[in-house]
């Protein structure tokens, strides 16, 4: 069993920030890529920032210079530092970890609840 468990989300004005955060705990043998999706009603699931084992990292063109992804691999937490806030980051943000379980051995995507961020004009 794998749990997913995002903090840090809420109500901010533009131009403001905000620090989530996602904890990752259960049967974990090893754990590959993370990343934050973020979904709008009415919308697709996008991705918003990435980051593999290694430490390389992706971001959503729609985020570059304002969000920093950056994981903890000895705590298996993953962190996204989100600056200069603008209306449209207004979302549900939802961490995603790529998880080697223990028993049995086998990979799978695992999804948090979701925290929701309210960027207001």
């Known amino acids: 069993q794998v749990h997913v468990v995002e903090s840090g989300g809420g109500l901010v004005q533009a131009g403001g920030s905000l620090r989530l955060s996602c904890a990752v705990s259960g049967s974990i043998l090893r754990i590959g890529a993370m990343g934050w999706y973020r979904q709008t009603v009415g919308i697709q699931r996008e991705l918003v920032a990435s980051?593999?084992?290694?430490?390389?990292?992706t971001y959503a063109d729609s985020v570059k210079g304002r969000f920093t992804i950056s994981r903890d691999n000895a705590q298996n937490k993953v962190y996204l530092q989100m600056n200069n806030l603008k209306p449209e980051d207004t979302s549900v943000y939802y961490c995603?970890?790529?998880?080697?379980?223990?028993?049995?051995?086998?990979?799978?995507?695992?999804w948090g609840q979701g925290t929701l961020v309210t960027v207001s004009e």
């Open positions: 995603n970890a790529y998880v080697t379980v223990l028993y049995p051995n086998m990979a799978d995507d695992f």
């Open positions: 980051t593999a084992s290694g430490g390389s990292t």
